[in-house]
């Protein structure tokens, strides 16, 4: 399986994006899924997190600083999974990840297996 990001972009403080990791050569069905990202000088950041789908349904997790402004979802038919981010802020300029994760806990990098190549988001104040 392949993971592709897109959608990111530059914007002004205050702006939204919506960003997509989509998937080929597999189904992400089975994967649960995330994004992190890097800014410069800076560690790969744990930003959300999403369980496969189950009878209850799915289950998120984000890291502080974007909860209440990021929303993460997938479409399993689509193969695609998604990163609504809103309220954007000039601390959130950094690239933007998607990964499966392998085993471990989801808030560490070092838990998925299956990386995209990332996608720039720069917002201005």
């Known amino acids: 399986v392949q993971l592709v990001e897109s959608g990111g972009g530059l914007v002004q403080a205050g702006d939204s994006l919506r960003l997509s990791c989509a998937a080929s050569?597999?189904?992400?069905?089975?994967?649960?899924l995330g994004w992190f990202r890097q800014a410069p000088g800076k560690e790969r950041a744990f930003v959300a997190f999403?369980?496969?789908?189950?009878?209850?349904?799915?289950?998120?997790e984000y890291a502080d600083s974007v909860k209440g402004r990021f929303t993460i979802s997938r479409d399993n038919a689509k193969n695609t999974m998604y990163l609504q981010m809103n309220s954007l802020e000039p601390e959130d300029t950094a690239i933007y990840h998607c990964?499966?994760?392998?085993?471990?806990?989801?808030?560490?990098?070092?838990?998925?297996?299956?990386w995209g190549q990332g996608t720039q988001v720069t917002v201005s104040s």
């Open positions: 999403i369980s496969t789908i189950g009878w209850s349904g799915v289950w998120t």
């Open positions: 990964a499966a994760l392998q085993d471990g806990s989801y808030h560490s990098p070092h838990s998925y297996n299956l």
């Open positions: 050569g597999g189904t992400i069905r089975n994967y649960a």
